[in-house]
């Protein structure tokens, strides 16, 4: 009689292992245990190994070196060899090495009970003969007579094998009895948690089909017109959006004024002859510097002769300009305008001064201009981010028809002012920013019925969208405006200036994918329930399908949903 080996993988559950060992066609079967004995571990497992094996008219031999494997046998009753070539025995398990029933039932381990498969219930846990040899042709145990052995226990040894043994499997009955409690209510919450889950996770299927697609070029010249909207015969509304900004731009003054006091003082005046009248007219000189009366006076007469015997007078006069250089100390001769003849007249300093002169920073024109250029070039790029930025995500904007407006210009200080703060100065101003713009969706929309016009009798399935740059407009054109300047074609010179917009022109273009129809709403009805294989079979009998693939979820689901709404079908083309 033959024998047929099995070999055991790591991850084979134990009604595998006992399908495949009813299968054997041989009476005697090998079982091959992995190293680290997996679903083998357990006596439990052995013991429905062997019970299987046997109502099936065979015998089984586990092949296993691992140490434990010797007390799992042997509690199980289960012949065990370490190879292939080495007889099998039954290993015989002293009562002290049983403890292991209880140490695998505090575990958890589900361990053959006294009488759960067969027989008494004690034999089934210790045997309490000794090793058994199997011969591994027949099948047949090996007794003591054809080993020729004599070693026989005795009848003592066996009475006190049994006291102990029963001992211990009154421990075992109690732990069993609280493990299958404990185990009840462990088992009851994770099938409530598992039918809770089920229940709430409704199942999702997404079906994907790939089919033959041709590209078709959609292409049409538009209109756009201030407030007038007709899609469907490509003219549709412009509507101007607006950004007001208040901006301000820090520069520093570069201009230059003086600034400062004029000196005064006395002078005396000593002269001879006639009188004379001066007027604020005339004005004294010293060191080539004015200087003029207050107010006019009159000279008195005087003899020529004696000098000590001429007129005097004391009067207040003024510098001619602001400065210290104007400063005179007392004195210092002076010349009067009007007489230059010394010997007629002498003019003296009694001091004059006072006179102070400064540089200050002040605001000019020019600054202001120059700023308000700088602002020109930074914040109208600005303005415009922000005003596209500001548009609805439906609104598409018409670059060419930017325009801002400034209002009025606030300077601080005022041109001409003294600066203070370190020579810096502010400009502030309100800018408003306007562009025209229209309607993405209709413009997609009107892109659409081009497409389906054009493909006649095939389904449309993709079209390019502004979104993903795939729909465009070229040669776009001002037609019509309110104010703003327009320039000849050779004029120098001329920077045109858009003003409000009121009709324009351009050519819209794009791509569609079409192909056959599959009608999604028939495909859904015709695959509810299925299992995976048998809808991607149904499927692909619908015209123009080449390939499915279907995806459900969650993972354990086997079936497509119920409700048709949880079915999504993506058609997608063969690239």
Known sequence: MGKEIIHIEVDEDIAGIIGRVMAAKEKVVAVVAPKNLGALRSAMNLKLLKKAAKNSGKVTVVISD?????????????????????????????????????????????????????????????????AKEIDMESGEEITSKDKDTDGIASEADQANKKRKFNALTSKVDKVWQKALIIGAFGVGAMAIGVAVMVIAVRPQAVVNITTQMDNIDVRRDVRFQLNNNDVPGGLFALQERNLEAEQVEEFEATGEREEGTRASGQITIRHCGPASQLTTDNFFEANGRRYRLGAAVTLPGAPCGNENNWGTTTVVVTAAEIGDEFNLASGQSMILSTDRESYQTRVTSNGISGGTRQIIRIVSEEDVRNALA??????????????????????????????????????????????????????RRTQTFRIMTTSRT????????????????????????????????????????TGGTTCEPDAEDCVPTPGQVREMTASMKTIARVGDEIPEDEVRAAIVQMAVGDAQREVSGFPGVQRVSINLTPFWVRRLPRDQSRIEINIRADD
Do not use: C, W
Request: no cysteine; aromatic share 4%.
């Open 66 to 130: 691992n140490p434990a494997m010797k007390n799992l046998a042997g509690v199980a009753g289960v012949a065990l060899a370490p190879n292939l070539e080495t007889k099998p025995t039954i290993p015989e398990v002293s009562v002290a090495e049983g403890q292991i029933v209880v140490e695998e039932l505090r575990s958890g381990e589900p361990l053959t009970i006294a009488g759960d498969l067969d027989g008494d219930g004690q034999d089934d846990i210790l045997p309490k003969s000794p």
């Open 374 to 427: 700088q602002m020109d070039g930074t914040s109208v790029e600005e303005g415009r981010s922000r005003l596209i930025a500001s548009l609805e995500d439906d609104r598409y904007a018409f670059s060419l028809t930017f325009r801002h407006e400034s209002g009025a210009v606030e300077v601080t200080p005022r041109v001409g002012e003294p600066v203070g703060n370190g020579g810096r100065a502010t400009v």
């Open 442 to 481: 209709d413009m997609e929309r009107f892109a659409m019925q081009l497409a389906e016009q054009t493909a006649g009798e095939q389904t449309v399935y993709d079209i390019g969208s502004f979104t993903d740059g795939r729909l465009f407009l070229e040669r776009i054109e001002i037609t019509q405006q």
